[in-house]
T-cell receptor, first 112, second 111 residues
Framework: NAGVTQTPKFQVLKTGQSMTLQCAQDMNHNSMYWYRQDPGMGLRLIYYSASEGTTDKGEVPNGYNVSRLNKREFSLRLESAAPSQTSVYFC???????????FGEGSRLTVL | GQSLEQPSEVTAVEGAIVQINCTYQTSGFYGLSWYQQHDGGAPTFLSYNALDGLEETGRFSSFLSRSDSYGYLLLQELQMKDSASYFCAVRGGTGGFKTIFGAGTRLFVKA
């Protein structure tokens, strides 16, 4: 059981570079989410996708774009990375019956 | 919008009971969840309350009062491995798809 898979697990970028974080789930969930977590803090919602073909802004969407490629995949793109985007990024999908969020292992991004 | 408040830290001894409170504000409430996160790991689901009352799962229980916009997580028979961060999270917004987390409560369990 793979669950939620995120790639890459680690990435170092220079200011101004772009990159895409990939996320895929194999649980046939409709809803998917991207969060960021800074040291000692909670998870802040960046974007979410209630279902295939829809995306909505969360609490901290500025500087990010998302694509819900299909039901399985939900990617997060940083067009021009800034040091303030140094964080751990978590992708999650939600079981509509239980409300439970299943998280990937996280992607640790450092922007120099 | 949505927001949550929970204590930043709680310390308890092994074998004791600890309660972590959470108050929330949201438009369109669908439910309150609790997650555990160990250092360096991903959050894992503990419980979910959509209706008022107490939900029990082994050593963990969660309570919800929708009229008070309040919930708590109760951990019994504390073990050292329970040392972790605990987050409450509220489902809200249109259709209940938007899930927002609190800042987390760091639990330290002492021998």
């Amino acid at each position: 059981n793979a669950g939620v898979t995120q790639t890459p697990k680690f990435q170092v970028l220079k200011t101004g570079q772009s990159m895409t974080l990939q996320c895929a789930q194999d649980m046939n969930h409709n809803s998917m989410y991207w969060y960021r977590q800074d040291p000692g803090m909670g998870l802040r919602l960046i974007y979410y996708s209630a279902s295939e073909g829809t995306t909505d802004k969360g609490e901290v969407p500025n500087g990010y774009n998302v694509s819900r490629l299909n039901k399985r995949e939900f990617s997060l793109r940083l067009e021009s990375a800034a040091p303030s985007q140094t964080s751990v990024y978590f992708c999650a999908s939600r079981d509509r019956n239980t409300g439970e969020l299943f998280f990937g292992e996280g992607s640790r991004l450092t922007v120099l | 919008g949505q927001s949550l408040e929970q204590p930043s830290e709680v310390t308890a001894v092994e074998g004791a009971i600890v309660q972590i409170n959470c108050t929330y504000q949201t438009s369109g409430f669908y439910g309150l969840s609790w997650y555990q996160q160990h250092d360096g790991g991903a959050p894992t689901f503990l419980s979910y309350n959509a209706l008022d009352g107490l939900e029990e799962t082994g050593r963990f229980s969660s309570f919800l009062s929708r009229s008070d916009s309040y919930g708590y997580l109760l951990l019994q028979e504390l073990q050292m491995k329970d040392s972790a961060s605990y987050f409450c999270a509220v489902r809200g917004g249109t259709g209940g798809f938007k899930t927002i987390f609190g800042a987390g409560t760091r639990l330290f369990v002492k021998a």
